[in-house]
């Protein structure tokens, strides 16, 4: 049996594999990536944890403490040309608040230490909601996460792509 590579990376802009925080500073519509490296393997991918951290109480209205998004957040996984294979949110719903998340995660935390900033965490874990991801490095696969707003105003914004490359495995 081969050795299973795990995976803990975080998505990063599509230009640039060295910025992890997802801030983008106007709403140009700009994308984050993860796309598996090990050359000739699968990626399976179990889960996505997602991370806020802004300077005041979330609501669950807003997204961080106090951004109001207008076009959203919209997760899928796409082909090598940049056509989506399938979506991982709704596209006709993209995720514009704090709320959201928990509607596709479940496993959602708010912790608001008293003083410094507040955070908030998703778990999405992908077997729980059908399969795991898998994702063909070869083919050029890969998992984006498309921002069409400002996130400026956050502290910081972070998703952690999380599994095993496997080699050979399921399509």
């Known amino acids: 049996m081969p050795e299973s590579k795990l995976i803990s990376e975080f998505l990063y802009l599509s230009t640039s594999q060295s910025v992890h925080s997802i801030l983008p500073a106007n709403a140009t519509t700009i994308s984050y990536i993860w796309k598996p490296t090990v050359t000739g393997s699968k990626a399976e ?38 056509t989506m294979k399938y979506p991982l949110t709704d596209s006709h719903l993209p995720v514009k608040k704090n709320a959201q998340w928990g509607a596709y995660c479940f496993d959602i935390a708010y912790e608001a230490f008293g003083a410094g900033n507040n955070m908030l965490t998703w778990r999405w874990t992908f077997a729980k909601s059908g399969k795991p991801i898998y994702l063909q490095q070869s083919r050029g696969d890969y998992i984006g996460l498309t921002v069409a707003d400002t996130l400026s105003s956050l502290v910081d914004h972070l998703m952690l792509v999380q599994g095993h490359y496997i080699s050979p495995g399921p399509s």
């Open 45 to 82: 991918i179990t889960r996505l944890i997602g991370y806020i951290e802004d300077n005041a109480n979330f609501s669950a209205e807003t997204y961080g403490a106090a951004a109001a998004l207008t076009n959203g957040l919209t997760l899928a996984v796409y082909n090598s040309d940049g």
